[in-house]
């Protein structure tokens, strides 16, 4: 049988001298490499450090922590809000609503050609749970400046996040000591997004902070159909016993968060690729045209240079173009090189298919125009711009053989099915019980129409951040609470209400901050148990009333939000 390229690669590192010397430091540590969960026979043992071994326990807190909205500040937001099974593991919304995951570049200008399709994530609120103002979004929800990328596989990673800035030594949260050396990117990664305001933290929040609330709430509250063996586990017991089982300590230590979080990423790893099979001599595995592929992406194409098997990544920093080098610093912003200027860590390509859109910045919708992408060798020049970076010329058939190759190859089935280890329960975000605006406001002074926010979803037993904005500035707001949703009724100066009078209409008035037209704006907490203990089910309806008279009427309004109380 004649080997291709790739498979003469592939082979010889996992049978040759330069496999097990690029190798030999892992399997000298032994078993404490080698969790349950069983690599595929062409992938290294999953590396840990030895200070984090591998145990069941830890995997599944890690699981349950990966799925908890109730981290964040608004509990709307989990580790797996932005790293969904049914999208490799990155984030499906990114591709399915680009205008709502849109954030400037650094023009501060929206819909111009620097701007990033990121993350939606939170709003930003103040210490006290109210809104904070922002320039780009006002009380609106948080965008991040760079496409989420997919944690599949990234316990073989030396260093983490698209900059690099993760890196395999971990420190204890609260002291600086350090706990791992060596080989814990993973422990130092997994804690940035809990404590950015970008993601799932508001400013001020600390480790220990979380840590606390971890201390207080049931697991997974705020989520439903939860996999049968983490209902289980979980059934009638909080953080404490969890923890207290996975590292015989019940205090719930930031350290142990980070540890679970990343034990459970470990276990996260496309273990069943056609493209493996086909690699270690199973001819049948790709079907002609995805062969072909195969045959481009080892050579015209080139792609073999950065994306080699196992990993398919060099696990390296390149600028190949994608945007101009004062973009985004890229993994400058962690070295201080003008070298490194807009140079950005090689993906892995194992489940690419699954993890539309592509780039750091999100700007390719498709694996075909990311082939068209190198095709064309990049879109920006720079000094260090990657070499390898030239037009291919290939054909239009050549495109969409390595399409063809991008796609079932790489992907592993039990991801897209999401088996476990890659499943998990419907989150909040996913559910009816998420608040919804309906109605279309009544326009105040200037024709502008005041607008509703809310942080969060309503619980019965918890508070919730309702806000106003694009307001007359320095008149008086009222917040009406009710839990009968219209008829649609009208006051005598045509303002628009989307609720009906009742026992259970509350109110709330407060003076809004700023001058002038479309310029105030300002939130309150409302708590639930204000209305009634037996609300759970019940469909409240929120408005804001502004005291703007305009010609012909008196107030304006804003559209209303229901939000069923749970």
Known sequence: MRLSRLQGRFLGRLLGRSWALRWAPLAAAGALLSPPIAAAPQLPAVPEPAENPWTREKARLGKILFWEEQLSSTHSVACATC???????????????????????????????????????????????????????????????????????????????????????FRDPLTGEVISAAGAALESQVLGPLLSHFEMSAPGRTIDDVAQHLREITPLAEARNLPGPIAVWTAGRGYPELFGEAFGDDSIRPRHIAQALATYLRTLVTADLPVDRFLAGDQTALSPE?????????????????????????????????????????????????ADRGKFKTPSLRGVELTAPYFHDGSAASLEDVVDFYDGGGLHDAPNKAPEMVPLGLTDQQRSDLVAFLKR????????????????????????????????????????????????GMRSDGEVTVGIQNALGGALAILYVADRPGPVESTTGGTVLYFSAGP???????????????????????????????????????????????????????????????
């Open 290 to 338: 995805e062969q072909r592929g195969l045959a481009l992406f080892e050579g015209a194409a080139g792609c073999v240079d950065c994306h080699a098997a196992p990993h398919f990544t060099d696990f390296e920093f390149h600028n190949i173009g994608v945007d101009p080098i004062y973009d985004d610093g890229g993994r400058r912003e962690v070295t201080g090189l003008l």
């Open 504 to 566: 259970n209409v509350h109110r709330a008035v407060i003076p809004l901050t700023g001058s002038g037209a479309a310029k105030g704006h300002g939130s309150v907490r409302f708590d639930a148990s204000r209305m009634s203990s037996a609300l759970v089910g019940t469909r409240l309806v929120f408005q804001w009333i502004v005291d703007d008279p305009t010609p012909g009427r008196r107030f304006s309004a804003t559209r209303a939000i229901s939000a069923v109380v749970y």
């Open 83 to 169: 790293h969904r099974p049914s999208a490799g593991f990155a984030d499906p919304r990114t591709a399915l609503d680009p205008e709502s995951s849109r954030y400037f570049g650094t023009d501060r200008e929206h819909h111009t050609p620097d701007d990033v399709l990121g993350s939606r994530s939170m709003p930003l609120l103040w210490p006290d749970g109210t809104f904070q103002q922002r320039a780009d979004v006002g009380f609106g929800i948080m965008r991040t400046r760079r496409n989420a990328p997919t944690v599949l596989n990234s316990a073989y990673a030396p260093v983490l996040f698209l900059d690099g800035r993760a890196t395999g030594e």
């Open 409 to 456: 190859p790489l992907t592993d089935p039990r991801v897209a099915a999401a088996v476990n280890p890659f499943d998990g329960p419907t989150l909040f975000s996913e559910s009816p019980r998420v608040p919804r605006r309906f109605g279309q406001g009544t326009p105040g002074t200037g024709g502008h129409r005041p607008t509703i926010h809310m942080a969060q």
